[in-house]
């Protein structure tokens, strides 16, 4: 089981910009996808983005996409989520997930095998 540790999120005016962390404890296989997901009070835990093969392949929920960025620096295990343009509807608490095991599906949260704690991200208008 991979452990994740999640960093980065606060209170940030709209318009602002964020940038979320992920620490992996171990190296994850390139062909699996981590993935970042976000819930906010009362919702079901929504898509944000994904990055697959070592980051090569990257997806966005369309509702993030061009406003932020999935990266991966695969010599510390770490994933990145850079977040610009950031809009009231952008609060929730942000989760770092990981896949055990390779899927060709990315997009839901029983796609991924092991979470982060979450990290809260607060958009003010």
């Known amino acids: 089981q991979v452990q994740l540790v999640e960093s980065g999120g606060g209170l940030v005016q709209a318009g602002g910009s964020l940038r979320l962390s992920c620490a992996a404890s171990?190296?994850?296989?390139?062909?699996?996808?981590m993935a970042w997901f976000r819930q906010a009070p009362g919702k079901e835990r929504e898509f944000v983005a994904a990055?697959?093969?070592?980051?090569?392949?990257?997806y966005y929920a369309n509702s993030v996409k061009g406003r932020f960025t999935i990266s991966r620096d695969n010599a510390k295990n770490t994933v990145f989520l850079q977040m610009n343009s950031l809009k009231p509807e952008d609060t929730a608490v942000y989760y770092c997930?990981?896949?055990?095991?390779?899927?060709?599906?990315?997009?839901?949260?029983?796609?991924?095998?092991?979470w982060g704690q979450g990290t809260q991200v607060t958009v003010s208008s």
């Open positions: 997930a990981a896949q055990g095991y390779s899927r060709t599906t990315y997009s839901r949260p029983y796609d991924y095998d092991d």
């Open positions: 990055s697959r093969w070592s980051g090569v392949s990257t």
């Open positions: 171990e190296r994850t296989c390139s062909s699996t996808s």
